[in-house]
């Protein structure tokens, strides 16, 4: 019997299964759709469609750097609990991607997602294993490639939930590590004011001059409130204007200054962070399950 886009994309509606999974077990079952989805459900693929609702807020964060150092990834993958990041089989699976990205260097998510593993699996074959080896949701979520050109990279990482990368011109391995290091604890927006957004100062600004005018006093004391205040926000959210963890002494621009660095970029991963999770009240679930 002939596979049809119609039957692929009936399959894969009644499923949620990938594209090239349902094409698969149709082939494999001669087009009988019942028969297809039987064999998703045995080998793990519809297994893992169902699954693919629920919301992975939880997972790994890891990073891997190059022998000479010059190159280093960070990814984020993803799980439902914090019980699943514990087992050998969801911290191998994360290994196996942190290998593979390193030694592909992707461009973006997307292109990693379109890669095969070094068993020839597909990423999308290989997710639904490790979600049918856990028993939950599972994403590969992000990627990030830093090259370091001429200069050095940092990293640190805090735990299991929070990695760091930085670029770093000049300065050397461990000044890049304490820099890293202060970025975790931080969570700056970027390195310097000249990267912060028209935007984000202007709708700053408002707020302040907003407060400052409940204050009642005059327009020429307002104006110096304010200058002050968007000083202080920029020290608060640019790395460079931040007191260094370390030494409060001295502020991470003023560290790198003297160590002859610059800063020329950093990417913090955080698991789980911009991930809306679902609120679940327990009494009305249950009571769905009753009346269902």
Avoid: W
């Avoid at 514990?86 to 994360?94: A, E, P, R, T």
């Avoid at 990627?143 to 640190?156: D, L, Q, R």
């Amino acid at each position: 019997m002939a596979i049809t886009a119609s039957l692929v994309k009936e399959l894969r509606e009644r499923t949620g299964a990938g594209m090239m999974d349902c094409k698969k077990a149709l082939t494999e079952t001669n087009g009988d759709m019942e028969a297809a989805i039987d064999l998703m459900r045995t080998t793990g693929a519809a297994k893992a469609a169902k699954k693919a609702g629920r919301v992975a807020s939880e997972g790994l964060v890891k990073f891997c750097i190059s022998d000479d150092k010059k190159t280093a990834i960070i990814l984020e993958v993803n799980s439902e609990t914090d019980f699943v990041t514990k087992g050998d089989d969801f911290i191998n699976f994360v290994n196996s991607l942190g290998d593979l990205a390193l030694k592909t260097k992707p461009a973006s998510i997307d292109e990693f997602l379109s890669q095969a593993l070094d068993n020839g699996n597909s990423m999308e074959k290989a997710r639904e294993e490790i979600v049918a080896k856990v028993g939950e949701n599972v994403e590969i979520r992000r990627v990030k490639t830093v090259e370091a050109g001429n200069g050095v990279i940092g990293a640190y990482k805090h735990g299991e939930r929070i990695a760091v990368l930085t670029v770093l011109d000049g300065g050397d391995e461990m000044l890049a590590k304490d820099i890293a290091m202060h970025v975790a604890a931080t969570r700056p927006e970027c390195v310097n004011e000249s990267e912060l957004s028209a935007d984000l100062l202007e709708r700053e600004k408002a707020i302040f001059v907003e407060q400052a005018r409940e204050s009642g006093k005059p327009d020429n004391i307002i104006e110096k409130m304010i200058v002050g205040r968007m000083k202080k926000f920029v020290s608060e959210v640019t790395l460079y204007g931040q007191s260094f963890v370390k030494n409060p002494d001295i502020t991470v621009g003023e560290l790198a200054k003297s160590s002859n660095a610059t800063v020329k970029s950093f990417i913090r991963f955080e698991v789980g962070e911009g991930i809306e999770k679902k609120e679940e009240n327990f009494a009305d679930e249950v009571m769905a399950q009753i009346q269902g």
